[in-house]
């Protein structure tokens, strides 16, 4: 039996690594006691599949974990179990049974929505902000192999971005970001660049980035890979 | 306010696990509903406080009461307390993030010499005032544990409190006193003299220490009414009825050892005479299959760890254990829990218990001749012949394994170039068995990695007189075995000797070296068991200054008259038994295993366990 599980990764465990996490949830899939399925071979390890990592210090209420279970479970009854022994700010939120022969969700998802929250909003940040999407290429450097930098234009991996919440104290911007493992732009590196063009480059990361969901493509346009796994 | 800078800077330094606390079965009260706030500190970075057993009992003994709160903190790695130290951050808790000035207690636990930097360090980053004599009533009495602390004499003027020997029953009996003392709102003075009452608990301020024209000790007496002249270790009778946790904090970080650890004894009755662990742990007490099996089972339930590992001084000495393995292995290798045996010795190696352990995983083999010489093994009563080591390598080849290390000291008493010598010998009579055994086929195959520490004399031990050898000395020793050990497969890696010797000044050092401790805090030592961070030359002005030489303590030979800055704590075993021990030593006569017979160290004083 296959289950896709949609969780959430809040509050103090932003700075858990992917690693960390992997374990984290093996271990509790021990404790729970659910009947994961095992590899075969000298260094037997639970069947489970993680989407790409999601960076260390942002939240997200929409990362997914694939399942392979030797026996039937009830999903939700597998996601009561783990709620009951995972640590503070770990949840699983939804769980579906999918067909074993569906692709890896690695494979197939290519977006994700996130919600970045600017505590010290730089001044005029809404057209400042419209400004900055407006050209026609973003590039950052980005350190690739042997210590080259490599220009990247990241304007393509911009597909939706606008302020939904406007204040002074906070401003919330919506951002829909490539997410995939062709295609992949982090948060943060959208949000360093924005700030460098508004003129305040030396200011300390005053946002938080929190992921909403992830997308996969489908005949009906972009869905979550719950509504994939269901039959989208 | 603080707690939101806390939160960011966590982000802005690596591995932000360090601090963020929040594990598995994290104990959470409120801090308003208790009398007792404890911060239970270890003077290292989280990932190596974590994987230390005392922590985690004591952690949870404390949490069972309903009066207290007991909270970890462990110290902040370089670009954490830079941060701390920018945004005016004091030293805080993992659990509550509140700054632990404001606790009632403030309790380390020494597990090496080269951690005292780091207390001298955390009490900064709290804002403790660092000599005990200038703490008053806003401050959280500060208190040390844990095996150093048998002689914690360089540390005497910045701890307030000691406990000696086995913390399970007296932190209870602490706890109550404190709570009667808060109650009664008295001084600080009071709760310490209160404290002193206590078996096991040393107050260094209550000690006046005078000193002989040679610079040695004249004698250590209290300077007050009612405090023993000699404070006596604590044990723990019966270890199935002691507390043992049924539940333990699971971290995130890979911690050095991230699995479920049953003790299984404690105390060791092999006698060799360089381990300090060896005598400071007697007596010998065994938990019984059943209890373990329990604990196992629990343990297991309640972390979802899928690694036990058995912890004792000597493993496979525990009178159970082909049937305590058995059942490990009926019971949880269908659920894919895997089994960790450390501390192997090598005469123990039975071909079954192998073949049992290789099921499961297959690690590295790790053997500790300890010495390269029949004879100089003799001298450190390391009961185990060329002929044993060469059976169980036999044995791990014929199954399989490439990978063997060999650990090794130098500069144990009495060694000579021969002893040396027989260090390489040993190499290549490891490297033909291996050859012998595959045929000569996958010699590029075969690694054994040689390893040398330098011998540091400890106190407690029938070495506790002997002068170590002199940095220079060490190192010439080094060079030599590096040529000696030119032979194909094998590497050989050492010890920094500049560390040995620092060890060897503190293990054995009095109440003097605290200006030399607190001058090379105010240099920047810390993390001085970290490569990176150790600062030799600091040390050396930190001795120049304060006008004390090192050698003193490190490279001079004892008489049996002298008085030793621990004389005034009793371990159990007896300085007489050590000073018999160290002349059988000179002798080259060996004590056996006392399991076999009683030769009379002290222990059975204090009752308990399997002695006679
Ligand atoms: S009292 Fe005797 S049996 Fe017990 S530890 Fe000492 S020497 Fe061994």
Same mark, same amino acid.
């Given at each position: ?38 590899? =075969? ?65 690695? !494979? ?58 406007? /204040? ?53 346009? +972009? ?10 | ?75 902040? +790695? ?111 003075? #009071? ?80 006698? $060799? ?16 299959? !059943? ?12 972390? *979802?760890?899928?690694?036990? !590992? ?63 010489? /029949? ?25 399989? +394994? ?16 021969? #002893? ?21 086929? =996958? ?20 070495? =506790? ?12 020793? =080094? ?30 050092? #009095?109440?003097?070296? *605290? ?9 920047? $030592?810390?993390?001085?068991? +970290? ?82």
């Amino acid at each position: 039996m296959r289950i896709v599980v949609k969780y959430a990764k809040e509050g103090r465990v932003k700075y858990i690594s992917h690693l960390e996490l992997m374990r984290t949830l093996h271990r509790a899939l021990r404790r729970a006691d659910i009947p994961v399925a095992f590899s =075969q071979g000298f260094n037997p390890q639970p069947r489970t599949a993680f989407t790409l990592p999601l960076p260390v210090g942002m939240t997200s209420e929409g990362e997914y974990m694939d399942i392979i279970l030797e026996s039937y479970l009830n999903p939700e009854l597998l996601c009561q179990r783990m709620n009951e022994v995972l640590p503070n700010g770990i949840t699983l939120l939804r769980a579906v049974e999918v067909d074993e022969s569906l692709s890896s969700l690695m !494979s197939l998802i290519e977006r994700a929505v996130y919600l970045i929250t600017i505590y010290d909003p730089v001044k005029d940040m809404d057209k400042k902000f419209n400004d900055f999407l407006k050209q026609n290429e973003i590039i950052i450097r980005k350190d690739g192999k042997k210590g080259k930098q490599r220009l990247i234009n990241i304007r393509p991996m911009i597909h939706k971005a606008g302020i939904v919440n406007f /204040q002074k104290t906070d401003t919330v911007i919506e951002a829909v970001l490539s997410t995939g493992s062709r295609e992949y732009l982090n948060p943060n590196d959208m949000m360093d660049e924005f700030i460098a063009y508004a003129g305040e480059g030396n200011i300390e990361r005053s946002y938080t980035v929190h992921r909403v969901d992830m997308l996969i493509s489908s005949n009906n346009g +972009w869905i979550t890979p719950l509504e994939f796994g269901r039959g989208g | 306010m603080n707690k939101a800078v806390i939160d960011r800077i966590i982000g802005q330094v690596s591995k932000p696990v360090r601090y963020m606390g929040n594990e598995y079965n994290m104990i959470v009260k409120d801090p308003s509903e208790v009398l007792i706030r404890f911060a239970i500190a270890f003077p290292d970075v989280y990932e190596v406080g974590m994987s230390h057993l005392g922590i985690k009992i004591l952690y949870h003994i404390m949490n069972e009461r309903e009066d207290t709160y007991c909270e970890r903190v462990f110290a902040p +790695w370089v670009d954490m307390e830079q941060k701390m130290r920018e945004n005016n951050i004091p030293l805080f808790a993992l659990e509550t993030r509140d700054p632990v000035a404001g606790f009632d207690f403030l309790g380390f636990t020494l597990q090496y010499e080269m951690s005292y930097t780091n207390v001298i360090n955390m009490l900064d980053l709290a804002g403790i005032p660092l000599m005990s004599r200038e703490r008053d009533k806003s401050h959280p009495f500060v208190i040390a544990g844990g095996p150093c602390a048998y002689n914690a004499e360089p540390l005497a003027d910045f701890l307030d409190l000691v406990v000696m020997g086995e913390g399970e029953e007296v932190v209870n009996q602490l706890l109550d006193e404190y709570r009667e003392w808060k109650k009664n709102g008295a001084d600080r003075q #009071d709760f310490l003299i209160r404290a002193a009452g206590i078996d096991g608990v040393y107050v260094p301020a209550f000690y006046d220490v005078d000193y002989n024209e040679d610079g040695t000790i004249g004698s250590i007496k209290p300077n007050r009414e009612g405090v023993p002249p000699v404070i006596r270790k604590r044990i723990v009778r019966d270890l199935d009825n002691v507390y043992y946790p049924e539940t333990m904090i699971v971290p995130y970080m890979n911690v050095v050892h991230d699995r479920v650890t049953l003790e299984v004894f404690r105390g060791c009755t092999r006698g $060799c005479r360089f381990c300090q662990a060896g005598m400071i742990y007697r007596p010998v007490r065994e938990r019984s299959m !059943s209890r373990l099996m329990e604990l196992a089972r629990e343990l297991i339930k309640n972390t *979802g760890y899928e690694e036990i !590992s058995l912890s004792s001084l000597s493993t496979s000495d525990y009178s159970q254990l082909e049937e305590l393995i058995k059942q490990f292995m009926d019971e949880f290798q269908s659920r894919r829990v895997s089994f960790a045996l450390p501390s192997l010795r090598i005469d123990s190696f039975s071909r079954e218990f192998i073949e049992e352990m290789i099921k499961v995983r297959k690690a590295g083999l790790t053997f500790a001749p300890e010495a390269g010489t /029949q004879r100089l093994r003799d001298v450190i009563n390391k009961g185990v012949t060329d002929e044993d080591l060469m059976n169980s390598v036999t044995q791990a080849f014929e199954l399989g +394994w490439d990978n063997v290390k060999l650990y090794f000291m130098i500069g144990l008493p009495t060694e000579t170039e021969e #002893d040396l010598d027989g260090i390489a010998d040993l190499a290549r009579r490891v490297r033909a068995c291996y050859l012998d055994i595959n045929r000569g086929k =996958q010699a590029h195959r075969l690694k054994i990695t040689v390893s040398t520490s330098s011998f540091v004399p400890k106190p407690f031990t029938p070495f =506790q007189w002997v002068a170590q050898d002199s940095i220079d000395l060490l190192r010439q020793k =080094q060079e030599l075995l590096r040529d000696k050990l030119r032979i194909k497969s094998v590497t050989y890696d050492w010890h920094d000797s500049e560390l040995s010797f620092l060890e060897a000044v503190f293990a054995r050092g #009095d109440r003097r070296l *605290g200006k030399v401790l607190l001058k090379a805090w105010e240099m920047g $030592c810390k993390f001085d068991g +970290w490569a990176e961070c150790f600062n030799y030359p600091a040390w050396q002005e930190a001795f120049r200054t304060s006008e004390i030489e090192p050698e003193f303590y490190a490279n001079r030979l004892r008489d049996k008259q002298e008085v030793l800055p621990w004389d005034h704590i009793d371990v159990g075993v007896t300085k007489a038994f050590l000073w018999r021990e160290y002349e059988k030593a000179l002798r080259g006569e060996l004590t056996p295993d006392c399991r076999e017979i009683c030769h009379g160290c002290g222990i059975s004083r204090l009752g308990g366990g399997l002695c006679p």
